[in-house]
């Protein structure tokens, strides 16, 4: 089964709302939880992350909140813009050493309209 | 820094043929991945190499996929006999103290 999951295909938010995308995870060896951007033709490009002892992160507009309990990390952008749409992309992994091996969620499409 | 490099950016070969991907991972970046991503499976995890040696090749089909690290500062994913099914984008990423960065991928297209 999917490991990591993303249960929204795609989002739709105006500008100036705050987008919620959310992650579901299975497997509890995971210990680092990260978002990526995705563009259409472009790799994907790391957002921000945390690891598993802490709950929540912030970086700017960005904050990755993770519910470890329920299996569950989710990234809030406050302000949302247009230029915030794309394609966002969970991730979680467990350490090997100081490197992870990520699994990565389907997606979630986010559409911040004018 | 130029970031993680693969080429081609584009490759077509018709079914039957083989093909090699390359990619140059971050100078000093001891692990490098190489995923695949397609419409339908998203993006899938093949292989990983730390300080060159093959670690975890769980992704990777055991039929007609190889990955290889020479040396550090490039690592190929080869294909042989390639299908249409193997028609995806291919990419490569390297990591230090667990930030991970990709590549933009190399477009497969098996005809």
């Known amino acids: 089964g999917q490991q990591v999951k993303q249960s929204s295909p795609s989002l739709t938010v105006q500008e100036g709302g705050i987008s919620i995308l959310n992650c579901d995870y299975e497997n509890d060896m995971f210990d680092y939880f990260a978002w990526y951007k995705k563009y259409p033709d472009n790799s994907p490009t790391l957002l921000i992350s945390?690891?598993?002892?802490?709950d929540k992160r912030e970086d700017g507009r960005l904050t990755v909140f993770l519910n470890k309990s329920g299996k569950h990390f989710s990234l809030h952008i406050t302000a949302s813009q247009p230029e915030d749409t794309a394609v966002y992309l969970c991730?979680?992994?467990?350490?090997?050493?100081?490197?992870?091996?990520?699994?990565f969620g389907k997606g979630t499409l986010l559409t911040v309209t004018p | 820094n130029a970031g993680v490099i693969q080429t081609p950016r584009h490759k077509v070969t018709g079914k039957g043929q083989e093909a090699t991907l390359w990619c140059e991972p971050i100078?000093?970046?001891?692990?490098v991945f190489w995923y695949r991503q397609t419409i339908v499976q998203g993006l899938e995890f093949l292989t990983y190499f730390r300080n060159q040696a093959p670690i975890d090749d769980s992704g990777m089909p055991k039929e007609r996929f190889s990955a290889q690290m020479p040396n550090q500062s490039h690592s190929t994913l080869k294909i042989q006999s390639t299908q249409p099914q193997d028609s995806a984008v291919y990419l490569c990423?390297?990591?230090?103290?667990?930030?991970?960065?990709f590549g933009k991928g190399t477009r497969l297209t098996v005809v």
């Open positions: 945390v690891r598993s002892n802490v």
């Open positions: 990423a390297s990591s230090l103290a667990g930030r991970v960065f």
């Open positions: 991730a979680a992994g467990a350490s090997g050493g100081s490197n992870y091996k990520l699994t």
């Open positions: 100078s000093g970046h001891s692990a």
